[in-house]
């Protein structure tokens, strides 16, 4: 880590006007500076970021442009589950980080200096945050130039991109208290394969009544399900769903209550384990 970096690191402490909260925003936003300086330095890794997502939608847009269960415009049905699948991609560079911080030491180094506990997680997911919400909005360009349309308000827009938000930092932090749990770069993928069959077991490509019923139900009570059922309402768009199920019917709620959960069990998680971190 270069002396620059620590420079700033001492100076955030320093002029945060001597609160706790001020000490607190002052060296998570450090940290996200931190971040930030890397996304510069590696831009490589941030394009192919964010063009992987939208090499999926073209894919699934065109090869698999019938959909499956799915009646009318299969892209207006496929765009927002797409936008809800997209917000758990990328976990595995988080989580690589993550790990990479914790073996080169360079967690300890910012643990000795007068930090705020917590503050190298925050300023990772403020980081994070920033890019999921510029892939988001890519990805809805490029949803915009292959066809698919939303049809409400504008902050109906706002409320759909809102919730995808939420999503992404419901899994962000699951995913930094993973990476903690499993403590080397190579257990990372191994944790990642897990995330691959939550994300594809959900109504993001297909609709519930194309599956086995026992599938179906588990598909509808996903949370990414919830996220996308809701954006599709938010958008106007097809849903494509005919079932009469509790999940589906309440999926808005659904679309906040399942990330507060996640955050309130994984959020405390995580920072307790920060802290217990060389003791």
């Known amino acids: 880590m270069s002396t620059t970096t620590f420079e700033a690191v001492e100076t955030g402490a320093g002029s945060a006007g001597g609160t706790r909260l001020g000490w607190a925003l002052a060296d998570s936003w450090t940290m996200t500076r931190r971040e930030l300086l890397h996304w510069a330095r590696q831009p490589v890794q941030v394009v192919v970021g964010l063009a992987f997502p939208v090499m999926l939608l073209l ?3 065109y090869l698999m442009g019938g959909g499956l269960g799915i009646e009318g415009n299969y892209r207006e049905y496929l765009v927002p589950g797409m936008f809800a699948l997209t917000m758990a991609f990328g976990l595995d560079a988080t989580m ?3 790990t990479q911080d914790l073996n080169k030491g ?15 997680l925050v300023g990772r997911s403020a980081a994070d945050m920033l890019q999921s919400l510029l892939s988001l909005i890519i990805l809805m360009g490029v949803g915009l130039a292959v066809g698919w349309r939303w049809h409400g308000s504008f902050a109906a827009v706002l409320g759909a991109m809102g919730l995808l938000l939420l999503l992404r930092f419901a899994m962000l932090w699951m995913g930094i ?5 499993a403590g080397k770069p190579e257990l990372v993928m191994a944790v990642q394969i ?5 994300s594809f077991l959900s109504n993001a490509f297909a609709t519930p009544e194309s599956m086995p ?13 919830a996220t996308a059922t809701a954006v599709r309402d938010l958008f106007g768009n097809e849903g494509g769903v005919s079932t009469a199920s509790w999940a589906s019917e309440h999926a808005s709620l659904l679309a906040v209550v399942w990330p507060v959960v996640l955050v309130a069990v994984f959020f405390p998680l995580a920072v307790r384990r920060f802290g217990r971190l060389s003791r």
């Open 59 to 61: 894919m699934f847009g």
């Open 96 to 98: 690589v980080a993550v």
């Open 106 to 120: 360079v967690v300890d180094r910012f643990r000795s200096m007068p930090m705020t506990n917590g503050a190298v």
């Open 177 to 181: 208290h993973l990476a903690m749990v």
């Open 194 to 198: 897990l995330v691959w069959p939550v």
């Open 213 to 225: 019923g026992w599938l179906g139900a588990v598909v509808e009570w996903n949370p990414m399900s």
